[in-house]
């Protein structure tokens, strides 16, 4: 598989990618994944690196990117990440501005903060976890990040997020914040390497972008619900919509998830309910009321009985295209 990340070219003019981060492993799972935060645009651009089965990588400060694809590539011929890491040092003149996070898919961890990362830099490493950071408001960030992961029970995603949550609370970047990432990759599946990139998401230019890397976390697992929800719902009708009723909850006033709630309780016969979802999605995205009846029966079953439902409560629908 690909590691996941932009290709770029070996040893790249470097940039002052100043931040915080932690790479970490699941063994219960096998996910690898990386969270940063910085004052500095499009964060997740260059800091983060994952392959499932492989390894991650977190590459920042005077930031060589191309220390994530190489460095996955050392992994992958069968080095540690500490004898990665030698290597990949050994060979920059650039070293001593770097600062580096490396977890393998056998939990080995290694870290490098060169001597010329601004203060406060440190680090702190565990079987499973790297926590590092540079120009920082307090020494104190790197060990908060640490302890709420190694606190935090739960997905690692979550607990990513809880040790970005933590840093922060400890200072955070002495800029201050402006973008944050996340990135998750699970199990190689053979012969499916799209499938093995979990969560990949990013907050480019925030003035909180962690708590709105927590909200898009929060909506990807209401989409995941929602999925859930689909593929069991020929099995057990009744469980797909409990499963379904939990994604709405998860995100109130997502108008996209209402209207295929509604789909899906149209399918179990259940006409009221469904015209009443979709006439609250078109409320919040008057666009809805524009696609309904562009689809087929197979997308959204009864949809003509919906339409009825709905002019006869004041919706109307457009009938172009029935």
């Given at each position: 598989m690909a590691p996941s990340g932009p290709r770029v070219p070996a040893m790249a003019r470097?940039?002052?990618?100043?931040?915080?981060?932690?790479?970490a492993r699941d063994p219960a799972a096998q996910e690898l994944g990386v969270a940063v935060q910085s004052h500095y645009f499009s964060?997740?651009?260059?800091?983060?690196?994952?392959?499932?089965?492989?390894?991650?990588?977190?590459?920042?400060?005077?930031?060589e990117t191309s220390y994530g694809p190489r460095?996955?590539?050392?992994?992958?011929?069968?080095?540690?990440?500490?004898?990665?890491?030698?290597?990949?040092?050994?060979?920059?003149?650039g070293r001593d501005g770097r600062q580096v996070g490396i977890v393998d898919a056998r939990g080995r961890s290694a870290v490098w903060t060169g001597t010329g990362c601004i203060a406060h830099a440190g680090h702190a490493t565990r079987t499973n976890v790297s926590v590092q950071g540079n120009l920082l408001a307090s020494p104190k960030v790197w060990p908060a990040m640490i302890r709420a992961f190694e606190a935090r029970r739960g997905p690692l995603a979550e607990r990513l997020v809880a040790a970005l949550e933590?840093?922060?609370r400890a200072g955070g970047d002495a800029r201050g914040m402006q973008s944050a990432s996340l990135l998750v990759v699970g199990p190689p599946v053979s012969g499916r390497p799209w499938t093995s990139r979990r969560i990949d998401l990013r907050v480019e230019d925030h003035p909180e972008p962690i708590a709105d890397l927590r909200r898009l976390l929060a909506l990807r697992?209401?989409?995941?619900?929602?999925?859930?929800?689909?593929?069991v719902f020929p099995a057990d009708p009744l469980?797909?919509?409990?499963?379904?009723?939990?994604?709405?909850?998860?995100?109130?006033?997502?108008?996209?998830?209402?209207?295929?709630?509604?789909?899906?309780?149209?399918?179990?016969?259940?006409?009221?309910?469904?015209?009443?979802?979709?006439?609250?999605?078109?409320?919040?995205?008057?666009?809805?009321?524009?696609?309904?009846?562009?689809?087929?029966?197979?997308?959204?079953?009864?949809?003509?009985?919906?339409?009825?439902?709905?002019?006869?409560?004041?919706?109307?629908?457009?009938?172009?295209?029935?």
């Amino acid at each position: 598989m690909a590691p996941s990340g932009p290709r770029v070219p070996a040893m790249a003019r470097p940039r002052l990618a100043s931040t915080f981060s932690i790479v970490a492993r699941d063994p219960a799972a096998q996910e690898l994944g990386v969270a940063v935060q910085s004052h500095y645009f499009s964060v997740g651009s260059d800091v983060p690196w994952a392959e499932a089965g492989v390894g991650a990588v977190a590459t920042q400060s005077f930031v060589e990117t191309s220390y994530g694809p190489r460095g996955l590539r050392l992994l992958r011929r069968g080095m540690s990440p500490a004898e990665a890491l030698r290597r990949l040092t050994a060979a920059d003149p650039g070293r001593d501005g770097r600062q580096v996070g490396i977890v393998d898919a056998r939990g080995r961890s290694a870290v490098w903060t060169g001597t010329g990362c601004i203060a406060h830099a440190g680090h702190a490493t565990r079987t499973n976890v790297s926590v590092q950071g540079n120009l920082l408001a307090s020494p104190k960030v790197w060990p908060a990040m640490i302890r709420a992961f190694e606190a935090r029970r739960g997905p690692l995603a979550e607990r990513l997020v809880a040790a970005l949550e933590a840093g922060q609370r400890a200072g955070g970047d002495a800029r201050g914040m402006q973008s944050a990432s996340l990135l998750v990759v699970g199990p190689p599946v053979s012969g499916r390497p799209w499938t093995s990139r979990r969560i990949d998401l990013r907050v480019e230019d925030h003035p909180e972008p962690i708590a709105d890397l927590r909200r898009l976390l929060a909506l990807r697992r209401a989409y995941e619900l929602a999925d859930a929800a689909e593929g069991v719902f020929p099995a057990d009708p009744l469980r797909a919509r409990r499963t379904y009723d939990r994604a709405v909850r998860m995100a109130p006033g997502n108008d996209e998830l209402l209207f295929w709630r509604g789909a899906m309780r149209a399918r179990a016969g259940d006409v009221g309910r469904a015209a009443n979802d979709v006439r609250r999605a078109i409320a919040l995205n008057p666009r809805w009321r524009v696609l309904l009846p562009r689809l087929s029966e197979e997308q959204f079953p009864r949809g003509a009985a919906v339409r009825r439902a709905l002019r006869g409560r004041g919706v109307g629908a457009h009938t172009r295209g029935r």
